[in-house]
């Protein structure tokens, strides 16, 4: 439950305590002062802070008013925090209080944020999981099993917001779609806003059976309109709050109830579907339940039958123009929930800072359960889960989901009842990790011996110095029906990065005959060598704070190391003080083709291809009312030429309303046809509280011809209890088309958590 009570005047009571707050907080510049701290401090160099939870009788009223009899009772933590940007190593611009309290159910953290503005305090949004980069935050990453590889993350706005996630592998994964039963309320004040949370011992996973508990802990700040990030346990500004290796510690916690941890989350639902793809309209009712069940400390089951994701955002619409498929993300919560667990794909080989993690490889990807090529959903009986550690070096996760067979979706297609399981181990051991994974697909089509694909691999990565990371996997498919000879593929990358370096190297290789249908792969039948050379200069003058020179070399060849695909890119970030960025790059292109090809539904000529691309792109700061991002990119393509134009304009007057319009249009010049390539969306999100939402996102496909439209009220009834009234319509657009309307639902669904 959350308790969001903003831009309100407290009592005084509230004032007087934190005028002591204040005073503590003089008190602390003075010590600073005469202890000679010298800035910038080397975040390497800082020794790891500890932080001493107080056991306490009395109740802790979350409320955001810090007057509980609990909390005179801790110890206050008033120690400097330590910029990672704009000024690394140097002093946080404002200072920031905290305690940490609990009793048998729950731990309390509470922080005095000290702003000597509140009034323009940056609140973005009120909906669970806001736009963090864009809002003033404190935040909050616990490692409770103290591995200094996994934990959970907390972020409260200063309206009382929460975003909430779990990370894995000491930051190299995270998944935000996690969530648990927490309790947090603000209060903003002339010179502080402050932040109370209550998180259940039965929302974290722990060794219970250890009577004195050591946790890894870390906190951090933004201050968005300083565009100034600062953490509790000083970091290198490569790295985030939930690099947990370089986390804090937090003590006294004692004798802490191990709890039943079971979770039972019934659903019901009613809904109703029309449309030309539908000859007569469908109506149905459905129950279904989610069950989540700590059988130990240290494993969890998770079970769902009758799975249904009616209350999921529609996927957003892409242009694609390339020879290879697209990745499109998962977004189901219960694929989600500890999804880095089941991790065995491609890491990121630039810094987070100018580059992404690839998606070109994923061993397991949940989107093939439950999903058809078409992105239409396909009923799913049930499934379970299990997910947890074995003593304190390995992490094990087996999942099983069973769907049934349908006929007659809108592309024709009939899908028979098909069996998936997954099983996934790794192992820490000093500074490495090492796994295997092991996936099943099961066709169940009633015959002597029905389709299968079988996928397995091992993978490692290892920390060889602070700044050095060595990564690989080998896989192999098994297919009832192969499709090549070399089934195998296997990927060798190390990258070496600092606060001012970043390098990296890939070698890749992918059989003609690899083939995980149960994942994830762009092209096969190819080998891979990639390598990335940049700086990142911290300039914090001119307007400047970081510029990012980068170059890429990215090659593709056949298995008889013929050239199929060479990429020289070379960029540049340049990060503002302000907020924001602007980009600009050159990639000069060369595209062998030995077969006739289909892009954007224009067909090219076997032969070889030449040709170079600019782009620029700036993002505005995105604190403001109106922001806004956009690219442009413009050179030849393939036999002929393409422009592209993309813009996004956000309008946010109010943490309640946000409306978001962008697009992107292609001009296309290929084989001689002059063509277009354009997808157009808009969203609008309005949030009445951190309990009620409205969302509403219209897209339109170019390329298809179709309208599609979701619209979606969320009503959070108690925690993690709601209540979705769900409206989606796809129209075709198409010139001489009889039926406009393809597809039109309406959907009621409630769902209710019961904690024993």
Do not use: C
């Amino acid at each position: 439950m959350l308790h969001a009570v903003p831009l309100v005047r407290r009592s005084a009571l509230a004032a007087s305590f934190l005028a002591t707050l204040t005073t503590s907080a003089a008190s602390l510049s003075a010590q600073d002062v005469s202890s000679n701290v010298q800035y910038p401090v080397d975040p390497m160099a800082v020794p790891r802070p500890v932080i001493h939870a107080t056991r306490v009788e009395g109740p802790i009223v979350i409320d955001g008013i810090l007057d509980d009899a609990g909390w005179a009772e801790a110890k206050p933590d008033n120690r400097t925090w330590i910029q990672t940007i704009p000024d690394q190593g140097m002093p946080a611009s404002q200072n920031t209080i905290l305690r940490i309290v609990y009793d048998d159910q729950n731990l309390y953290v509470s922080a005095v944020l000290f702003d000597e503005d509140t009034k323009t305090l940056s609140i973005p949004g009120l909906e669970q999981d806001f736009d963090t980069p864009n809002s003033d935050i404190f935040g909050v990453a616990i490692d409770t099993y103290l591995d200094r590889q996994n934990g959970f993350l907390w972020a409260v706005n200063p309206a009382g917001a929460l975003w909430d996630a779990q990370a894995f592998n000491d930051q190299r994964d995270m998944s935000p779609a996690w969530e648990g039963v927490v309790d947090v309320a603000t209060s903003i004040n002339d010179s502080t806003w402050v932040v109370e949370m209550e998180l259940p011992f039965s929302t974290m996973r722990f060794n219970p059976v250890i009577g004195d508990q050591v946790w890894g802990i870390n906190f951090s700040r933004r201050i968005r309109r300083r565009n100034e990030d600062a953490i509790w346990a000083p970091i290198p500004l490569q790295y985030r709050v939930y690099k947990f290796s370089l986390a804090g510690t937090l003590e006294g916690l004692q004798d802490l109830p191990s709890g039943r941890n079971l979770w039972i989350k019934p659903y019901t639902l009613g809904d109703q579907i029309t449309g030309a793809r539908y000859p007569s309209p469908e109506r149905h009712a459905d129950v279904g339940i989610d069950a989540k069940w700590g059988l130990t400390p240290r494993m969890t089951l998770d079970l769902t039958v009758n799975t249904d994701f009616s209350q999921v955002e529609v996927d957003q619409e892409q242009v694609n123009l390339s020879r290879f498929s697209l990745f499109f993300p998962e977004r189901r919560d219960f694929f989600l929930e500890n999804e880095g667990t089941f991790g065995f794909q491609d890491t990121a080989i630039r810094n987070y800072r100018t580059g992404g993690s690839p998606r070109n490889f994923r061993l397991f990807n949940s989107r093939r359960i439950g999903l058809s090529s078409t992105r239409e959903p396909l009923p799913i009986a049930g499934g379970a889960r299990l997910t947890g550690r074995i003593g304190d070096r390995f992490e094990v996760g087996l999942l099983d989901m069973q769907t049934r067979s349908l006929n007659g979706l809108s592309d024709g297609s009939d899908y028979s009842a098909e069996n998936f399981a997954v099983a996934r181990a790794k192992g820490t051991f000093g500074n490495a990790t090492i796994g295997g994974m092991f996936i099943n697909r099961q066709g169940q089509d009633g015959s002597e011996r029905s389709a299968y694909n079988r996928s397995y691999g091992i993978d490692a990565n290892v920390q060889l110095a602070p700044n050095v990371l060595m990564s690989g996997y080998w896989a192999r498919t098994d297919d009832s029906s192969p499709v090549g000879s070399d089934a195998n593929t296997g990927m060798f990358q190390t990258a070496w990065r600092n606060p001012f370096w970043n390098m990296s190297a890939l070698f890749k290789h992918v059989g003609d005959g690899f083939s995980p249908e149960t994942g994830f792969i762009d092209r096969t039948a190819v080998r891979r060598y990639f390598t990335t050379v940049g700086i990142h200069p911290q300039v914090n003058r001119f307007g400047i704070r970081e510029i990012n020179p980068y170059i890429d070399l990215d090659v593709y060849t056949d298995l008889d190391n013929a050239i199929e695909t060479r990429g020289v890119e070379a960029g540049a970030v340049v990060s503002l003080l302000a907020g924001g960025q602007i980009s600009a790059s050159v990639r000069d292109r060369h595209e062998r083709l030995f077969e006739t090809t289909t892009i954007g539904g224009v067909t090219i000529k076997p032969g070889t291809y030449e040709w170079v691309e600019p782009s620029i792109r700036l993002t505005t700061r995105g604190d403001l009312p109106i922001f806004f991002s956009g690219q442009v990119q413009s050179g030849d393509f393939y036999d002929g030429s393409r422009t592209s134009y993309s813009a996004d304009i956000t309008f946010r007057p109010n943490e309640h309303l946000s409306l978001e319009v962008g697009g992107q249009r292609n001009d296309l010049i290929l084989s001689g046809l002059d063509f277009s390539a354009d997808i157009y969306r808009a969203r609008l999100r309005y949030a009445l509280n951190t309990k009620a939402f409205f969302l509403a996102f219209v897209q339109y496909n170019g390329a298809t011809e179709e309208l599609i439209s979701n619209a979606r009220i969320n009503l959070i009834h108690s925690p993690l209890s709601d209540l979705f009234l769900v409206y989606t319509e796809r129209r075709s657009l198409a010139v001489g088309t009889s039926e406009r309307l393809l597809e039109r639902g309406v959907t009621l669904k409630v769902t209710k958590l019961l904690a024993f």
